[in-house]
Structures are given as C-alpha cells and as structure tokens.
C-alpha cells in the first residue's frame, strides 16, 4: 500500500468543513472549534434533539456503528471460525503480548468485545476525545477513511473509539457516538467507551492512540498515534 500523504484528505477540504464544524449548536455540542482543552460545558445537550437527529441520520448500513457493510462480527465478512479463538491468555498490553478482551458499545449501544476480533488476519484500534485538537483535526483528515477503504477487502477490522467529550467529567454515549459519526463522515466500524477501560485494561491513552494486532490478538503495535508507523504494521500483516 502506497503512503497515504496526500490521499488521506477527503475530498471535502477542512476549510469547506469549517462552517460546519464551528457552527454554534456544533460548539456546544462538541466543542469541534476549540483548542482542545476539556471544559466543563457543552455536553448536556448531546442526548436531545441534536444528538437524536444525528443517531438516526449516521450512516447507512448494519452492524457496528452503523459502518456501510459492515457486520457486529467484523469489518467485510461475517462470523469467522478461528482455532485458538476467543484466545486464552495469559494476557498482557506489551508488543507481542495477547491483548485482554474490553467491552465496548456501538452507537446503537450493543456490546462488541475486543476478542471478536480474534479471527481477524489484522485489526486496528484507534481512541479518539472530543477534547484533543490533534484528534479532531485526524478525523476531518480522513485518514481513517482511507485506512479503512485500503484494508477492507482484507480479514481486517478498524474501529474507532470514542472516549471522551468535551468535558472530563462527562462520558461520552450512544448519541454522542452517533454524532461524532455523523459530524465526520467515518464509514468504519464507530464505538465508544463509556467507562474508560481502553485506558485502565489497554494502557491507551484516551486521545488519539493506536493498537495494531495481528491474529489471535496479538499486540503489533500499542502507542501515540502516527500515520507512517500505523502503516508499516499493517503493510507487514498484509503485505501491501
């Protein structure tokens, strides 16, 4: 597979994005035109109308977070039987260690588990909060868009994981995935973590973290999140 770089924009640029993104009921919202730092307002509102309309408008399809084609057993395919999966441990969060299995929700609320995706040739995670700029400006990128489109005829998963609002205090919801969702057009597979346990089970940090795993749950790569690294890994389990 060839570097992103400049493919990894859509073709609705950032500054096209930009009326929607710091309109005011969005800001409130989300808080889309900060500088990242958590606040104590602003998400309230995400479980009213505005969060509803964007829950029953995200995209089209069945299966995690509503991705198109997708199914709650994976990304392309359907439930796939694997010897040695779910794995059995032991477990850990290091390179080459067997991850442990966390439960997270899908924006319509279903529970998916990390070892769901035990079958899987290869699967990428990445966390996202709505506080962090640099999280904020990967997902008007797209790049996960295109992560997503170059691997989806592989065994391959991607999910992208909501953690946090704009406020600390304040996890994030069904509605509020289905928001995020919606706001950036993400065709992947979307989720959220309501009680932080990619951070305490994981060891990823809420913004803006990747781990990379091979079959079985292997962890390839765990860490700050960067597009050339991402890459490589998968570029090495898939081979191109």
Same mark, same amino acid.
């Given at each position: 597979m060839a570097r992103l770089g400049a493919r990894a924009r859509r073709p609705t640029s950032t500054a096209r994005l930009l009326p929607l993104l710091c309109a005011p009921w969005l800001v409130a919202l989300l808080g889309a035109?900060?500088? =990242? $730092?958590? $606040?104590?307002?602003g998400v309230g509102g995400v479980g009213g109308? !505005? =969060?509803?309309? !964007?829950s029953s408008g995200g995209s089209s399809g069945s299966g995690v977070g509503g991705a198109a084609g997708s199914t709650p057993d994976g990304g392309s395919g359907g439930s796939i039987s694997v010897e040695g999966c779910p794995p059995e441990g032991p477990f850990g969060t290091a390179q080459g260690e067997v991850a442990p299995d966390v439960t997270l929700l899908d924006c319509e609320g279903n529970e998916h588990h990390l070892h769901d995706l035990c079958p899987r040739q290869g699967a990428y995670l990445y966390t996202w909060a709505a506080w962090c700029s640099s999280c904020q400006q990967n997902a008007q990128s797209g790049t996960h868009n295109v992560l997503w489109s170059a691997y989806q005829g592989d065994d391959f998963d991607l999910w992208f994981v909501v953690t946090g609002t704009t406020s600390l205090q304040e996890p994030p919801d069904a509605a509020y995935c289905a928001l995020v969702r919606e706001l950036y057009q993400l065709n992947m597979p979307v989720l959220y973590d309501p009680t932080g346990v990619t951070q305490s089970m994981l060891q990823l940090q809420p913004n803006s973290a990747s781990l990379v795993m091979s079959q079985h749950d292997v962890i390839e790569l765990t860490g700050p999140w960067a597009l050339p690294i991402v890459e490589d890994e998968l570029q090495s389990i898939f081979g191109h």
């Open positions: 035109c900060g500088d =990242g $730092t958590p $606040t104590e307002t109308s !505005a =969060g509803a309309g !964007a």
